[in-house]
Protein backbone atom coordinates (compact mmCIF):
# COMPACT_ATOMS: atom_id res chain seq x y z
CA UNK A 1 0.00 0.00 0.00
CA UNK A 2 1.41 3.47 -1.04
CA UNK A 3 1.08 5.90 1.52
CA UNK A 4 -0.05 10.08 0.83
CA UNK A 5 3.82 11.54 1.34
CA UNK A 6 4.43 15.09 2.21
CA UNK A 7 5.68 16.14 -1.24
CA UNK A 8 2.72 14.84 -3.11
CA UNK A 9 0.46 16.56 -0.28
CA UNK A 10 2.60 19.79 -1.13
CA UNK A 11 2.40 19.75 -4.34
CA UNK A 12 -1.77 19.02 -4.46
CA UNK A 13 -1.86 21.56 -1.87
CA UNK A 14 -0.34 24.12 -4.07
CA UNK A 15 -2.24 22.75 -7.07
CA UNK A 16 -5.84 23.59 -5.19
CA UNK A 17 -4.20 26.74 -4.29
CA UNK A 18 -3.51 27.98 -7.53
CA UNK A 19 -7.08 27.77 -8.04
CA UNK A 20 -8.36 29.12 -5.28
CA UNK A 21 -9.50 25.63 -2.91
CA UNK A 22 -8.07 24.65 -0.30
CA UNK A 23 -7.34 21.00 0.95
CA UNK A 24 -10.16 20.45 3.43
CA UNK A 25 -9.97 17.40 5.40
CA UNK A 26 -12.72 15.69 3.58
CA UNK A 27 -10.46 16.20 0.48
CA UNK A 28 -7.53 14.48 2.36
CA UNK A 29 -9.46 11.67 3.01
CA UNK A 30 -10.59 11.20 -0.47
CA UNK A 31 -6.60 12.03 -1.72
CA UNK A 32 -5.60 9.05 0.62
CA UNK A 33 -8.14 6.91 -0.18
CA UNK A 34 -7.14 7.31 -4.11
CA UNK A 35 -3.54 7.13 -3.01
CA UNK A 36 -3.25 4.69 -0.97
CA UNK A 37 -5.33 1.98 -2.54
CA UNK A 38 -3.09 2.96 -5.33
CA UNK A 39 -3.32 2.28 -8.95
CA UNK A 40 -4.95 0.67 -10.59
CA UNK A 41 -7.74 0.46 -8.65
CA UNK A 42 -9.79 2.26 -10.61
CA UNK A 43 -12.34 2.68 -8.12
CA UNK A 44 -15.85 4.63 -8.24
CA UNK A 45 -16.84 7.52 -6.80
CA UNK A 46 -19.20 5.45 -4.36
CA UNK A 47 -16.09 3.21 -3.20
CA UNK A 48 -14.24 6.09 -2.78
CA UNK A 49 -17.12 7.71 -0.58
CA UNK A 50 -16.86 3.99 1.32
CA UNK A 51 -13.61 4.06 2.33
CA UNK A 52 -13.45 8.08 2.54
CA UNK A 53 -15.72 7.59 4.82
CA UNK A 54 -14.06 5.60 7.43
CA UNK A 55 -11.30 8.07 7.58
CA UNK A 56 -13.95 11.19 7.75
CA UNK A 57 -17.15 10.05 9.67
CA UNK A 58 -19.27 13.49 8.40
CA UNK A 59 -18.11 12.82 4.49
CA UNK A 60 -21.09 13.00 2.16
CA UNK A 61 -21.43 11.71 -1.05
CA UNK A 62 -22.05 14.80 -2.94
CA UNK A 63 -18.60 16.15 -1.42
CA UNK A 64 -16.81 13.19 -3.14
CA UNK A 65 -18.54 13.83 -6.57
CA UNK A 66 -17.44 17.56 -6.16
CA UNK A 67 -14.10 16.97 -5.17
CA UNK A 68 -13.32 14.31 -7.86
CA UNK A 69 -14.79 17.15 -10.49
CA UNK A 70 -11.87 19.43 -8.91
CA UNK A 71 -9.72 16.73 -8.68
CA UNK A 72 -10.18 15.80 -12.34
CA UNK A 73 -9.89 19.45 -13.38
CA UNK A 74 -6.82 20.04 -11.78
CA UNK A 75 -5.03 16.96 -13.46
CA UNK A 76 -5.03 15.18 -9.56
CA UNK A 77 -6.78 12.45 -10.88
CA UNK A 78 -7.71 10.68 -14.18
CA UNK A 79 -12.00 9.94 -14.82
CA UNK A 80 -11.95 6.95 -16.71
CA UNK A 81 -15.31 5.81 -18.41
CA UNK A 82 -15.85 2.75 -20.21
CA UNK A 83 -18.97 2.40 -21.13
CA UNK A 84 -20.67 1.00 -18.82
CA UNK A 85 -22.10 4.22 -17.27
CA UNK A 86 -20.00 4.35 -13.88
CA UNK A 87 -17.01 6.78 -13.96
CA UNK A 88 -13.68 5.33 -12.60
CA UNK A 89 -10.90 7.48 -11.01
CA UNK A 90 -7.42 7.25 -10.30
CA UNK A 91 -4.78 9.00 -8.94
CA UNK A 92 -2.35 10.78 -11.43
CA UNK A 93 1.07 10.08 -9.80
CA UNK A 94 3.20 11.00 -12.24
CA UNK A 95 1.82 14.68 -14.14
CA UNK A 96 5.30 14.58 -15.72
CA UNK A 97 4.83 11.27 -18.13
CA UNK A 98 2.75 10.50 -20.43
CA UNK A 99 -0.87 8.71 -19.50
CA UNK A 100 -0.88 5.01 -19.62
CA UNK A 101 -4.24 2.96 -21.19
CA UNK A 102 -5.78 0.48 -19.62
CA UNK A 103 -7.11 -3.19 -21.38
CA UNK A 104 -10.76 -3.53 -19.92
CA UNK A 105 -12.17 -7.13 -19.46
CA UNK A 106 -16.10 -7.10 -20.68
CA UNK A 107 -16.79 -10.81 -19.06
CA UNK A 108 -15.26 -9.80 -15.72
CA UNK A 109 -14.70 -5.90 -15.75
CA UNK A 110 -11.12 -6.06 -14.64
CA UNK A 111 -9.22 -3.12 -16.08
CA UNK A 112 -5.41 -3.77 -16.76
CA UNK A 113 -3.06 -0.91 -17.31
CA UNK A 114 -0.91 -0.81 -20.68
CA UNK A 115 2.54 1.20 -20.01
CA UNK A 116 3.89 1.00 -22.92
CA UNK A 117 3.13 3.88 -25.69
CA UNK A 118 3.21 2.86 -28.96
CA UNK A 119 1.71 6.22 -30.80
CA UNK A 120 4.54 8.16 -30.35
CA UNK A 121 4.78 8.18 -34.54
CA UNK A 122 1.13 8.39 -35.17
CA UNK A 123 0.49 10.66 -32.84
CA UNK A 124 3.06 12.79 -34.59
CA UNK A 125 1.90 12.44 -38.32
CA UNK A 126 -1.80 13.84 -37.17
CA UNK A 127 -0.29 16.62 -35.17
CA UNK A 128 0.89 17.76 -38.86
CA UNK A 129 -1.28 16.50 -41.01
CA UNK A 130 -3.57 18.78 -38.69
CA UNK A 131 -2.00 21.28 -37.50
CA UNK A 132 -2.80 20.65 -33.99
CA UNK A 133 -0.50 20.87 -30.82
CA UNK A 134 -1.31 17.38 -29.52
CA UNK A 135 -0.63 17.17 -25.42
CA UNK A 136 -1.94 13.50 -24.48
CA UNK A 137 -4.19 10.60 -25.80
CA UNK A 138 -5.91 7.99 -24.17
CA UNK A 139 -6.56 4.89 -25.07
CA UNK A 140 -8.77 2.21 -24.30
CA UNK A 141 -8.59 -2.09 -25.43
CA UNK A 142 -11.54 -3.68 -25.03
CA UNK A 143 -11.80 -7.40 -24.82
CA UNK A 144 -11.45 -10.34 -22.80
CA UNK A 145 -8.63 -11.30 -20.16
CA UNK A 146 -6.95 -14.60 -20.05
CA UNK A 147 -9.58 -16.45 -17.23
CA UNK A 148 -12.81 -14.54 -18.61
CA UNK A 149 -11.20 -16.40 -22.13
CA UNK A 150 -10.70 -19.38 -21.13
CA UNK A 151 -14.43 -19.83 -19.32
CA UNK A 152 -15.70 -18.97 -22.90
CA UNK A 153 -14.36 -21.41 -24.45
CA UNK A 154 -15.04 -24.32 -22.44
CA UNK A 155 -19.08 -22.66 -22.74
CA UNK A 156 -18.14 -23.76 -26.50
CA UNK A 157 -17.35 -26.71 -26.01
CA UNK A 158 -19.55 -29.70 -26.65
Known amino acids: MVKLDEQTLARIREQLSDHDHRLTPQRQAILQ???????PQHMSAEKIFMEAKKLHPELGLATVYRTLEI???LGIVYKLEYGD???RFEFNDNVEEHYHHHLICLGCGKIQEFNDDLLED?????????DFDITDHCLRFFGYCSE????RQGERTP
Not at 33 to 39: H, K, R, S, Y
Open 71 to 73: FEK
Open 122 to 130: MERAIAQQA
Open 85 to 87: GQA
Open 148 to 151: CRKS
Open 33 to 39: VLVEQGN
